[in-house]
């Protein structure tokens, strides 16, 4: 005889009950020019969609932020957290790779290329070094303690994880067990969060794919690919239009389940300063 469970009644609600908690979408500003117009909605006018740039990721959406190493991942993530502090918004940086000291450096490296003056706004910016105790990266539980005590503390908005392929490493087939109870979480204390992950080199380079398969794309409500391609030839030189032994970095939204988006692949600079900006559409450039 089948084993009978009793229904779990408060997971059903009737739509009315839960209209005055649905989530507004708005824009939270990414700190990286041209990243902030490629997610937008859209309304029907006169029987016509009409996009309206959303201007930054959406509030509240857990990002998923993948490439191989050198394609501006972390930029990417430090821009973020300089331009929510600068905004006002407690942001907390979770580094799993580096320890405090050296996630400090870059912010403000990162802070002064963006103009912003870093005194301003450091009190907005809480690191938790889960590179240096490896209590936060080993064991969960205390991971989510710490992110709670600090989230009440210091009324965070916004969290950083980089990288989330630090939680799993020598564990791949563990990383849905990890990925999922921390989208969870952040959804709960609604936290507009940062995914940084790492591809491994055999990886299709503009696929969603990441170190631990898809298992972080499946879960997060959005994922942003950035690339690197090496003009070794004169075929590449001529498509790509840039000179041999240059690096072209592109940049693709793989999807978002909460706004519409650019599904476009755009080329991505780095500048001599350390920022990332978004350029023109690949197919653009490429004349198609």
Request: net charge negative; charged share 15%.
């Given at each position: 005889m089948a084993e009978q469970h009793e229904p779990l009644l408060e997971s059903i609600s009737p739509v009315r009950e839960l209209k005055d908690k649905k989530v507004e979408i708005r824009g939270v500003p990414t700190g990286v020019p041209g990243l902030d117009e490629m997610f937008f909605t859209t309304t029907l006018e006169n029987g016509r969609p009409v996009i309206h740039p959303l201007g930054g990721y959406p509030e509240r959406a857990?990002?998923?932020?993948?490439?191989?190493?050198?394609?501006?991942?972390?930029?990417?993530a430090e821009q973020f957290v300089i331009q929510q502090a600068?905004?006002?918004?407690?942001?907390?940086f979770v580094t799993v790779e580096s320890p405090a000291p050296f996630i400090v450096t870059?912010?403000?490296?990162?802070?002064?290329?963006?103009?912003?003056?870093?005194?301003?706004?450091?009190?907005?910016?809480?690191i938790i070094d889960a590179a240096t105790y490896s209590s936060l990266r080993d064991n969960?539980?205390?991971?989510?303690?710490?992110?709670?005590?600090?989230?009440k503390t210091y009324h965070i908005k916004n969290t950083v994880i980089d990288s989330i392929t630090g939680l799993y490493e020598a564990k791949e087939?563990?990383?849905?067990?990890i990925v999922r109870p921390l989208f969870n979480f952040l959804k709960k204390w609604h936290q507009t969060a940062l995914f940084v992950s790492q591809k491994r080199s055999g990886h299709e380079e503009l696929t969603a794919e990441a170190a631990g398969g898809f298992a972080i794309s499946h879960i997060v409500d959005c994922t942003i690919v950035v690339a690197k391609h090496l003009i070794a030839s004169q075929y590449d030189a001529r498509i790509y239009k840039r000179p041999l032994g240059e690096i072209v970095r592109l940049i693709r939204i793989d999807g978002c389940r909460m706004c519409g988006h650019d599904s476009d692949t755009h080329f991505m600079e780095i500048t001599p300063g350390g920022i990332v900006k978004i350029g023109p559409k690949l197919k653009a450039v490429l004349g198609k």
């Open positions: 857990v990002i998923h932020l993948t490439g191989v190493s050198d394609t501006g991942k972390s930029l990417m600068a905004l006002g918004n407690p942001t907390a870059g912010l403000q490296q990162r802070a002064s290329q963006m103009g912003i003056n870093f005194s301003d706004i450091e009190d907005q910016i809480i969960l539980p205390v991971l989510f303690d710490t992110l709670a005590h600090a989230i087939m563990m990383a849905r067990q």
